[in-house]
């Protein structure tokens, strides 16, 4: 280090002493910045632009600390979750999956070893896709506890959420819990939130290499850059911090105590690591000024929806499912924009792909007085080879939605949803569309 530092000095002071005779600032090295943030236990789910499914194995042999069990009606299948590291809490997890009859899940939350007095077991939903049942979503917010350094320790809840595919030989499971406050940047404020994605409550996770960074998931670290009260997951304001990073043009690593309390911001000369995990990328949706692919879907009640039909209007094409959270989640702001734009040429087509034609049936009534947009199913149901959405408009994920224009050709194409998001207004706006102030957050 101290050969590092003279092989600089011959430069440095000669090019400091021009900077000053020419009346020039000096450049300031970034100064650390140490942010304190506060738990939510339930806070990824409307800051986070995703999550990682973790798998939860289950075994037929019972942990010694279950003392107390209810009347399974099939053979019980066991699991555990450690959350806070070494020393933290662990709960069971126990599974009832009879051949007949309604599946349960017996979550020991007080972590008393009985598993008859934390709820009767009942998953929250139950939903067929072609050959499989979804179960779930249940969500538990947990005590969990966390060693610090010096031997201290420290307390909160997190949020847990679990599911249950029929066909996959294993408990899903994802985390809720985030860590929230404001962080300098460039010596300017900004909210962020710090969002581990193991599910074990544990926010420091430092790596080395992008091999060892395979070993556990992402550690993201959200930052409102420009201020607008959401981040934008796409849009350079998230970043994986088990490594160096770069944001705002310089590189950084970070400190960050266990439990997620104390973020500490680090300037590094050390070169940023590329954490994405590196896999086949998906088709591309289609391309702005495609032409877009006419198609017939089945309308409630009879009849059929025909794309065709709808030129000389902008059309909002929303793909979609009954079983789909994120496609749930963005169905209201659906709701905000078509009351924003009804009274001009725009229409809303909500196509349920995907899914079954039962499940869509039981849906609707249930959801009538919600939306007020034209909904309509796709014939191929699960076959996704002959789906709308997959097979003529290449989407391999939901919700995604297209903004099509009056002469019938891509405006734009939106992934995903995420809280707060403000894509398809701005596609909108472009086609010269008049927004009312209640679409616009």
């Known amino acids: ?160 959420a679990f599911y249950r595919l029929s066909n ?73 911090v088990r490594a160096p990073f770069k944001l705002a043009g310089q590189t950084y690593e970070t400190t960050i105590s266990p439990d997620g309390a104390t973020l500490r911001l680090n300037p590094t000369t050390k070169e940023a690591l590329d954490l994405a995990p590196k896999a086949e990328a998906p088709p591309p949706l289609l391309a702005k000024g495609t032409v877009a692919p006419n198609f017939q879907a089945d309308l409630p009640g009879g009849g059929k929806l025909d794309l065709a039909k709808y030129r000389g209007k902008i059309v909002i094409l929303d793909f979609w499912a009954t079983w789909c959270g994120p496609c749930q989640l963005s169905m209201p702001h659906v709701e905000k924009v078509y009351q924003a734009v009804k009274d001009q040429p725009v229409v809303v087509l909500a196509v349920c792909v995907f899914d079954e034609r039962e499940n869509f049936a039981q849906w609707l009534p249930k959801n009538k007085s919600k939306y007020h947009f034209q909904f309509a199913f796709d014939p191929a149901g699960q076959d996704n080879e002959k789906s709308i959405a997959g097979k003529l408009y290449q989407a391999v994920s939901i919700p995604t939605t297209y903004v099509i224009d009056k002469t019938g050709k891509v405006a734009d194409a939106i992934p995903g949803f995420i809280e707060g998001d403000t894509r398809l207004e701005t596609a909108l706006k472009k086609l010269g569309v008049k927004l009312k102030s209640q679409a616009t957050p």
């Open 1 to 160: 280090m101290a050969m590092a530092a003279r092989t600089r000095l011959p430069w440095a002071v000669p090019m400091a002493l021009t900077l000053i005779a020419a009346g020039l600032p000096l450049q300031a090295a970034p100064e650390p910045s140490v942010a304190t943030l506060t738990l939510e236990p339930q806070g990824a789910e409307k800051t986070a632009p995703g999550y990682y499914p973790v798998q939860v194995a289950l075994s037929p042999e019972k942990p010694p600390r279950v003392t107390k069990e209810p009347q399974y009606r099939g053979k019980p299948k066991y699991g555990t979750v450690a959350l806070g590291g070494e020393g933290g809490p662990v709960y069971v997890i126990a599974l009832d999956e009879p051949d007949t009859g309604e599946w349960k899940i017996y979550l020991d939350a007080n972590r008393n070893g009985d598993l008859t007095d934390d709820g009767d077991g009942a998953w929250s939903q139950k939903r067929t896709q072609g050959a499989r049942t979804l179960y779930g979503i249940n969500r538990y917010i947990l005590d969990t506890a966390w060693k610090l350094p010096e031997g201290k320790t420290a307390e909160g809840k997190y949020g847990l």
């Open 168 to 240: 996959i030989p294993a408990l899903l499971m994802y985390r809720e819990g985030a860590r929230t406050g404001t962080l300098a940047v460039a010596g300017k404020s900004h909210h962020v939130a710090l969002i581990e994605n193991d599910g074990d409550a544990l926010f420091s996770k430092p790596v080395a290499t992008a091999a060892e960074a395979q070993k556990s998931r992402a550690v993201w670290l959200l930052v409102d850059l420009n201020d607008d009260g959401k981040f934008d997951a796409s849009g350079g304001e998230l970043f994986d």
